[in-house]
Each structure stands twice: as structure tokens, then as C-alpha cells.
């Protein structure tokens, strides 16, 4: 079902930056808002970034969102050992009209 | 604070009906014009994928695939909206979770579907 390509894991040192790119097309992140969520292991999903770069209440300015063209991107500064989580990209579908998500990356904190 | 909490059977035959009911706490349904009430399932080991929505006032919209086995339905006033899914088959098996948008931002807890006999 994942339209949105993302790439499996990355990783990084505590402290230091990553970013997750979510790579999709005209139909879905080219003409769409991108939402962005965290799971934690044994979690239920939780919003970090919507309509491409807003935060919800509470949520850190660590993590940033942004958007051009057909691809978005997630950042994660100060990277903490409890950021380490699956992050999914998410974005409405004209073609399909359907929500879709990101295949899914794994953030590990070396 | 807005809670969603889902129920249902963990355990499902091939061939029958999944139902799950996902009850919202913390505010009304009828009153969220501007939201809408959503399913997502995730097997297990895999991503997200989404089921389908439904309005406050009853409108619907599903994932192509699933559109012919799936129905999602509103009860404002149990405060609810529930979810079937017809004809299972083990690829059916997900974590199914219950979530208010736009944008995505309470979700339930998530509960295990299997289907097995």
C-alpha cells in the first residue's frame, strides 16, 4: 500500500542531526500536506510534523519538517537515545484518494 | 483530553467479519465538524496502512482494495464509530488503530487482530 518511499534506517551519534527523506509524486506530496509520525517500539503512532512543517503542542523544536516538489523531509536535531523509533511520512493521494504512508524508517542513535 | 479506545474480538475466522467499535472520550463526535474519524491497521512487522474515515455526520471514504469488504459506521450518540471488515483472511492480521484527523493527532492504543482458525 505504501506509495511514499523512505529509507529503511538511518543512524547517527547522540547529539548529532539526521534527516529522513520521504520521496512521492505529484499526486500525493506534490499537492498534498505531509504529516510525519513517530512509533516507538510497542506504541501507537504520534504526530510530529503536519501540513509540512507545523508541530502540535508539545513537541519539540528538535523536529522539523519541510517540503519541495514531490519530496519531504524530517529532521532530527540533538538526537537523544529516546528518539530511537520508526518514522513514517504520511500525505493524501489524489490518484488513489486515499491516505497514504511511507514505507517506514528506522532512526538508531549510536 | 481527547482519548480513543478501541474493543473487539483479538481472534478472528478466515472467511468471517472483523468488527472493532473505537469509543472517543474527551469530546463529542457530532460537535467535530471539521475532523474526521479514521482507521489505520499496521501488520505485524510492517507500516501503516490506512483502512478508511468517516465524518461526524456519516460520510465515508475507503482504501480502494478494501473498499468492497469494508464499512465503517458513526453512533453520536454512544459517542463511537466502529469498524467491519468482511471476508478474512490471515492478511487481514494487524495491530488496528483508531485515530481523529485532520491533521492525525490523538490516536488509540492499538489492538491486535488476528485471523486464524
Known amino acids: 500500500q505504501s506509495v511514499l518511499t523512505q529509507p529503511p534506517s538511518v543512524s547517527a551519534a547522540a547529539g548529532q542531526k539526521v534527516t529522513i527523506s520521504c520521496s512521492g509524486s505529484?499526486?500525493?506530496?506534490?499537492?498534498?500536506?505531509v504529516s510525519w509520525f513517530q512509533q516507538l517500539p510497542g506504541t501507537a503512532p504520534k504526530l510530529l510534523i503536519y501540513?509540512?512543517?507545523k508541530r502540535p503542542s508539545g513537541i519539540p523544536d528538535r523536529f522539523s519538517g519541510s517540503k519541495s516538489g514531490t519530496s519531504a523531509t524530517l529532521g532530527i536535531a540533538g538526537l537523544q537515545t529516546g528518539d530511537e523509533a520508526d518514522y513514517y511520512c504520511?500525505?493524501?493521494?489524489?490518484?488513489?484518494?486515499?491516505?497514504?504512508f511511507g514505507t517506514g524508517t528506522e532512526v538508531t542513535v549510536l | 483530553q481527547l482519548q480513543l479506545q478501541e474493543s473487539g474480538p483479538g481472534l478472528v475466522k478466515p472467511s468471517e467479519t472483523l468488527s472493532l467499535t473505537c469509543a472517543v472520550s474527551g469530546a463529542s463526535i457530532s460537535s467535530s465538524s471539521g475532523y474526521y474519524w479514521g482507521w489505520i491497521r499496521q501488520p505485524p512487522g510492517k507500516g501503516l496502512e490506512w483502512v478508511g474515515s468517516?465524518?461526524?455526520?456519516?460520510?465515508?471514504y475507503y482504501y480502494p482494495s478494501l473498499k468492497s469488504r469494508v464499512t465503517i459506521s458513526v453512533d453520536t450518540s454512544q459517542n463511537q464509530f466502529s469498524l467491519e471488515v468482511k471476508y478474512v483472511t490471515a492478511a487481514d492480521t494487524a495491530v488496528y488503530y483508531c485515530?481523529?484527523?485532520?491533521?492525525?493527532?490523538?490516536w488509540s492504543q492499538g489492538t491486535l487482530v488476528t485471523v486464524s482458525s
Open positions: 504520511g500525505a493524501w493521494d489524489n490518484s488513489l484518494s486515499a491516505h497514504v
Open positions: 505529484g499526486s500525493n506530496i506534490g499537492n498534498n500536506y
Open positions: 485515530a481523529r484527523h485532520d491533521p492525525w493527532d490523538y
Open positions: 501540513e509540512n512543517n
Open positions: 468517516i465524518s461526524h455526520s456519516g460520510s465515508t
